[in-house]
């Protein structure tokens, strides 16, 4: 880009270098500090907060395994012994230390409706799934969606007074509703697709074909329930910021230069894409309990079903691994995003110094 | 871009494979030699340990008095429901009592074997009772008040009573629980088990015990987190004629794993099901209106067989409820063909077709009591004239004018709760509710969610629910004394974490006396006019109130695959026990592929 | 400002969405005055197909018309025995071995093929032999149901209606070209939308749900916008350490997923105050952060206009500084930030309904709690019950859509550059 104050710049430039470095040491200092006392409020409040909920697991689990003939110290002796391999009868400090360990340890503790189940386990078993569901979701969404409002903020014809509205349609669709009607009209209706589960009910997974094909099939109405709602969302955005953009005044500048309109685009649609960039970063940090809705209506074996049944049976072990697993993706994917944001952004760390 | 597109989609299938390629050298189920039932799995199963309650297995690993699964593991004798009997499977013959009903005596079968090849004989009996004395499992507390010791002699399986005071047996009908709901495990691995686990408990019971050997016709297969599958053992003993004379039909069985009752009953609506174990409302549409072919025992209301009654329970504890008129008047102004109608969708007999009783509706408890001595006390529904007039002679008025009650000089103001999500039961509330409206108590709705629900009735002190719905046990080898024992019993006053029974906290000595009666009674006559009192007690002082049947497991079929499923006067005697509870297991050698 | 609001309303899209918004919030007002019936007085025992429902009672009642239609006797036919059933008796006579090649499922024919039939149907025949494609046990259930239909149909048989009993009644006879006019009946119901699993009217109770979520997004849109705006002024213009914490409670509540906060809000208020209100309060409560974050960005770009730093310099008190130097600019933007959060508002109430985390009551319909009915009935799989679910879907799409559109005609009118 070129600079009118190219002239005048170069002191200012080689002493605001120096104040810049001083600068981003005290930014990402500031950013540091703030990040680890989050890390720390969010680690005791996700132990807390759980365990305030009412409701007793261990009583649960003994009533689901107790004859009705048992007397009454045969009950209490297994109240205890559950208590004890729940770690409840500590105090809250002990459990929070256990909670602590077992994070490092890296089973996160035992389930208590799952019990002998390690959380690890439970969650293993889901994260994959819904990584794999969510992430060329949003991927996808976040792609073709805003390569539709750049193109639409790019050429501003009938395309873009049609598309608008259109995709700003599929954005306010529910999930559910997304995901209820893509089952009703194509799994149990026309039959185009399976109606429920990761793969064919029956089949072991293997690298055969026959199982990928299964998986690829099953894969399709999460996959596109997700998809469709988020391009609406991320068309309309981009829409927005390309069209600021490239209003701008150094668009028209460059343009009256002679420069060709293929290069001034791509430096339009990098400004563009900034806060567009945020709006990932987020979506991919919240990813993990974002597909709920859609794993509940398809039973597709990730990881919401799983916490939605903790949330259910008083959990706790279960809920607070998950929303901790939660709150540090969203809080790395936030961090990171500032940092990255310093680097490319020079606004950004201007707004800080006033 | 495309390009971009392209990489990630592979990635994101790679990622997905490697997490589950814990591939195993099995192959996929055939879908025309595999039967999938639906309804008992929710969520993986954690091993195949048969002592251990916390496995989560629930078509290899459910024991229970009512008839226990014997796909894997096996019980002495299997329950049937239909005619109350007990049908030895492990065992050879009946059960021998002597005299004064404090030992009984029973035989193993000579065909029967482990899965590992050596012979089931009486000493693995004696061993499964002390592992389970060792690890305190259920087995164990469940059946130790009755049970002094289990031993093997000369080959025989020997199960002493405990005694009371004066010698008599604690409770010999217990015994027929403890022969129909408990798997007999492998004297050698139990023994390995304990050894392996250094003799702890809470270890060998979490142990998943993949390689235990089993007597049953199907063995473990795979397991993962979309599926549960056995395979058939064709070594199995069962095909000698001793027993059944064939192997089971199916070479595998296999139970998907889903998330809630809807995605099973679109699988099951799919064929992908034969055998679903889920309530379904108006289920006779799927097969009238959608044309599927699904059917249930008998293919009009009320479509299966009922074993118990979900019941509303009077909290004793609240001075209001102790006073005898007003539990009757809203057990009389309650409708209970609505109930049946919307709640049940008309998979419950009318309390018309089947007079209310401490008796399930199956035509062996029936029998038990006298139905005509009690005629007078039964009330039929909505009787909301009735049930004013009982309350205006008992003198409950209305003196302020606000539409409701008084009594003691304070509006009657009662809460009817049950767990919240529970669909069929949060209807019945609502209809109990409506029902105290129309009389003039102010009863209102209450739906925690179970987790909160659960440690609440089951406290030592009902302090927070007025009337309140659970179910008393449902048809075992001893019931109906069970459910009596549950619904009138004054054991469990007081105790903390009571899952037994009489939530209600009622208390009435001759009702003790009768329960401590039974089962120490043989003679037919005695018994029934002894359940006759005890039904006219339970009639007349109403501490609960059966709002409609149910039964224990829901079954239909879908006979896309599979046929010759058990029906209604089809001679086979099979109970519809999902093919796999109790003597309902026959029915996997009745079946037949589809043509 | 006036000039402002006549651009508003030229705007296309603005003024679109306006007319969906103000056609729906008209609907829910007006609508109750027309159907003065109860949105939750049960009409019938579960799903009711959408349709007009006649009272037979009143009909036999009603005074009688002649009418003559051509293909009355066909229909009559058509009705007693479809043609799929037709097809079947053929193909199970077919299956035993009777020879049918002179039967087929036209009108003509019927006599014949019920001739074959009574001939040579035997329910425990059908048991005994299982005949091929008829083996199993649904389908000889279905073989026995056509069975007793045929023995039950009374067609082109005389029927007579008896009034009264004994000695006092009265007969009349019916005739096959009798006909009353449907409004003369004294009772009977249109359902456009049938009925839900409780009974009730779908479209009242839709209206209803409508004008409730309405309010709830109301509630919670304005809760949202409000914190969200003080939250951002102070962060904003404060800066410092005061923005730091804002800033950090705001991460927190970014970071703890939101249900888990709902959740123990609801479990601690207990059950009767879990009704609509709290669920609206309780929203607002927990979506303040992206209007706060959003509301601080602008200030900081705006403190360090010249007009600020006029009014710094002049000694005024942040109260004044802040209500107006700086609230004017950004109020067009807490406009459009306002209506998104109602949006989002109502959208949220839908999401936690449906999973059984909203409002806990029978008693006010919302449309989450409409969506939540549906799915716990079973209306999309054990009945599909279109009625109950996809009207509900659509008109929260369409709340959603109605709203987002005046919100980018408002974003095309406050920033010119958006304008086609």
């Known amino acids: 880009m070129i600079l009118p104050e190219a002239g005048h710049g170069r002191f200012s430039v080689e002493r605001g270098h120096s104040t810049m470095t001083k600068g981003m040491r005290k930014y990402f200092k500031k950013k540091i500090f703030w990040f680890v006392i989050t890390l720390i409020a969010a680690v005791i409040l996700n132990f807390i907060l759980p365990r305030l909920m009412p409701g007793d697991p261990v009583n649960a689990i003994v009533g689901k395994n107790i004859s009705p003939n048992a007397t009454q110290e045969q009950i209490q002796e297994q109240i205890a012994f559950y208590k004890h391999q729940f770690g409840l009868d500590k105090d809250l400090f002990g459990q929070f230390w256990d909670f602590i360990k077992n994070v490092f340890n890296g089973t996160f503790g035992v389930s208590y409706s799952q019990y002998p189940r390690t959380v690890a386990d439970i969650i293993g078993g889901g994260i994959w799934w819904t990584i794999a569901l969510q992430l060329p979701a949003i991927l996808v969404g976040w792609l073709l969606g805003n390569l539709l409002g750049a193109l639409a903020a790019y050429k501003r014809s009938f395309y873009d007074k049609a598309l608008m509205p259109v995709s700003l349609f599929f954005s306010a669709i529910p999930a559910f509703g997304a995901a209820v009607i893509l089952l009703v009209v194509f799994a149990v209706n026309l039959k185009w697709a399976p109606v429920n589960g990761a793969y064919t009910t029956g089949m072991i997974p293997s690298f055969s074909w026959n199982f990928i094909s299964s998986v690829i099939a099953h894969y399709q109405l999460p996959f596109w329930s997700i998809v469709i709602i988020s391009i609406g969302g991320q068309a309309v955005g981009m829409r927005s910021m390309s069209i600021y953009e490239l209003n701008a005044d150094y668009v028209k500048y460059a343009r009256f230069l002679g420069i060709k309109d293929k290069k001034i685009v791509r430096y339009v649609f990098r400004n563009a894409m900034l806060p567009q960039v945020t709006g990932l970063a987020m979506s991919i940090g919240a990813m993990v309990g974002g597909a709920l809705v859609a794993e509940t209506i398809f039973s597709y074996p990730g990881l919401g079903m799983s916490m939605y049944n903790a949330i259910t049976t008083s959990d706790y072990p279960v809920i607070s691994a998950t929303t901790l697993i939660i709150t540090i993706m969203v809080l790395l994917a936030s961090f990171l995003l500032d940092i990255i944001y310093a680097f490319i952004d020079p606004r950004v760390k201007a707004a800080q110094f006033d | 871009m495309k390009k971009l597109l392209s990489l990630v989609l592979a990635l994101a299938l790679v990622l997905s494979m490697v997490a589950i390629a814990g591939a195993e050298a099995a192959q996929d189920l055939p879908r025309g030699e595999t039967i999938y039932f639906g309804g008992q799995q929710w969520g993986p199963i954690n091993g195949w340990n048969p002592i251990s309650p916390n496995m989560n297995n629930a078509m290899a690993n459910a024991a229970n008095a009512r008839g226990s699964r014997t796909v894997m593991f096996e019980t002495l004798y299997m329950y049937n429901m239909l005619d109350g009997k007990l049908y030895p499977l492990l065992a050879d013959g009946d059960i021998v009592w002597n005299d004064d009903l404090t030992e009984a005596t029973i035989a193993i079968k000579a065909a029967a074997k482990w899965s590992d090849g050596t012979p089931v004989t009486a000493d693995d009996v004696a061993a499964t009772w002390e592992v389970a004395q060792k690890t305190q499992n259920s087995v164990y507390t469940g059946n130790a008040p009755y049970i002094e010791s289990i031993t093997a002699e000369d080959g025989k399986v020997v199960i002493k009573s405990k005694l009371t005071e004066d010698g008599k047996p604690v409770n010999p009908l217990m015994i027929k629980d403890f022969v129909s709901g408990t798997y007999i495990v492998q004297k050698a691995w139990a023994e390995k088990l304990a050894a392996d686990n250094g003799d702890d408990a809470a270890k060998m019971l979490a142990d998943p015990a993949a390689d235990v050997p089993y007597s049953g016709p199907y063995g473990p297969y795979f397991a993962n987190d979309q599926m549960v599958a056995f395979i058939r053992n064709d070594n199995y003993w069962g095909q000698d004629a001793s027993m059944w004379g064939k192997l089971p039909v199916p070479k595998y069985v296999g139970h998907p794993i889903y998330a809630d009752n809807d995605a099973g009953l679109v699988m099951f609506k799919d064929g992908q099901i034969d055998v679903n174990q889920n309530f379904v409302a108006n289920i006779q549409k799927l097969w009238e209106d959608e044309g599927l072919p699904i059917a249930t025992y008998m293919d009009q209301a009320p479509y299966g067989v009922c074993a118990t009654m979900p019941t509303a329970f009077f909290n004793m504890e609240v001075p209001v409820l102790q006073v005898p008129e007003i539990r009757k008047a809203i057990a009389m102004a309650v409708d209970y063909d609505q109930i049946i109608e919307n709640a049940m969708t008309n998979q419950s007999p009318t309390f018309a077709q089947v007079p209310r009783s401490v008796m399930n509706p199956t035509d062996g408890e029936q029998a038990l009591y006298d139905h005509d001595a009690v005629k007078d006390l039964q009330w039929v529904g909505k009787d909301v004239e009735g049930a004013k007039k009982l309350l205006d002679e008992a003198g409950i008025v209305d003196t302020d004018g606000d539409g409701y009650r008084e009594y003691n000089g304070e509006k009657i103001t009662l809460n009817s709760c049950c767990p919240n999500g529970w669909t069929d039961w949060q209807a019945a509330m609502e209809i109990v509710a409506a029902a105290g409206q129309a009389i003039g108590l102010d009863i209102t709705t209450n739906y925690p969610e179970w987790s909160i629900y659960q440690t609440v009735f089951t406290k030592g002190s009902q302090d927070e629910y007025d009337i309140f719905m659970y179910s008393p046990p449902g048809a075992t080898p001893s019931a109906p004394w069970a459910r009596v024992r549950a619904l009138l019993s004054s054991e469990f006053i007081g105790v903390e974490n009571n899952w037994s029974g009489n939530w209600g906290h009622y208390k009435n000595d001759r009702a003790d006396e009768i329960i401590a009666a039974i089962p120490l009674t043989t003679d037919e006559a005695e018994l029934k006019k002894l359940y006759t009192e005890a039904t006219k007690i339970y009639l007349e002082e109403v501490p609960s109130f059966s709002l409609m049947y149910r039964p224990d497991v829901f079954h239909a079929v879908n006979e896309s695959v599979w046929t010759g499923f058990p029906e209604k006067d089809d001679g086979n005697n099979i109970p519809p026990m999902d093919c796999t509870d109790g003597y309902g297991i026959a029915a996997l050698y009745n079946i037949e592929p589809v043509k | ?420």
Not at chain 3, 24 to 44: A, E, K, N, Q
Not at chain 3, 221 to 228: D, K
Not at chain 3, 370 to 382: D, V
């Open chain 3, 1 to 420: 400002m006036k000039n402002t609001l006549r651009n508003v309303f030229h705007s296309p899209r603005f003024l679109v969405g306006f007319i969906i918004f103000m056609v729906m919030v008209l609907t829910v007002l007006i609508y109750p005055w027309f159907v003065r019936r109860d949105p939750l007085v049960s009409l019938g025992k579960g799903f009711l197909e959408p349709g007009t429902y006649v009272s037979v009672y009143d009909a036999n009642n009603t005074g009688t018309y002649r009418v003559e239609l051509p293909e009355a006797a066909e229909k009559r036919l058509e009705a007693t025995l479809p043609t799929e059933d037709r097809q079947t008796m053929i193909d199970y006579l077919k299956a035993m071995g009777v020879d049918v090649s002179g039967l087929d499922t036209s009108n003509e024919k019927m006599e014949d093929l019920l001739a074959a039939w009574n001939a040579n149907y035997d329910e425990a025949d059908a048991k005994k032999n299982k005949y091929e494609g008829f083996a199993t046990q649904a389908k000889r259930n279905a073989l026995r149901r056509i069975d007793n239909k045929i023995k039950g149909s009374n067609n082109d048989v005389a029927m007579s209606v008896v009034r009264g009993e004994g000695d006092d009644a009265t007969v009349t006879t019916v005739e096959g070209s009798d006909y009353v006019k449907v409004n003369e009946v004294a009772n009977s119901v249109t359902l456009p939308l049938g009925t839900d699993n409780f009974g009730r009217d779908t479209l009242t109770e839709l209206v209803k749900a409508t004008g409730v979520s309405l309010i709830i997004g109301l509630i919670a849109g304005t809760i949202a916008t409000l914190l969200g705006l003080l939250v951002g002024l102070l962060a904003g213009y404060l800066g410092g350490i005061v923005d730091d914490i804002l800033m950090f409670i705001a991460n927190i509540f970014t970071v703890i997923p939101g249900f888990v906060l709902l959740i123990l809000i609801y479990y601690s208020v207990g059950q009767e105050a879990r009704g609509v209100t709290t669920c609206a309060i309780v929203i607002g409560v927990t979506s303040w952060v992206w209007t706060a974050r959003s509301v601080r960005s602008q200030v900081i770009s705006l403190r360090n206009r010249d007009h600020v730093n006029l009014s710094k310099l002049s000694g005024h008190s942040l109260f004044r500084i802040v209500t107006t130097d700086i609230l004017p600019y950004i109020a067009s933007y807490v406009v459009m930030a306002f209506i998104l959060q109602v949006s989002s508002g109502i959208l949220a109430e839908a999401q936690l309904s449906l999973l059984g985390l909203g409002p806990k009551t029978t008693d006010v319909p919302t449309l989450g709690l409409m969506m939540n009915w549906a799915k716990l009935f079973g209306a999309y799989t054990s009945s599909n019950a279109w009625w109950a679910y996809f009207p509900v879907i659509l008109v929260i799409a369409l709340t959603s859509f109605s709203l987002n559109l005046m919100n980018t005609g408002l974003d095309q009118v406050f920033n010119p550059t958006l304008r086609d």
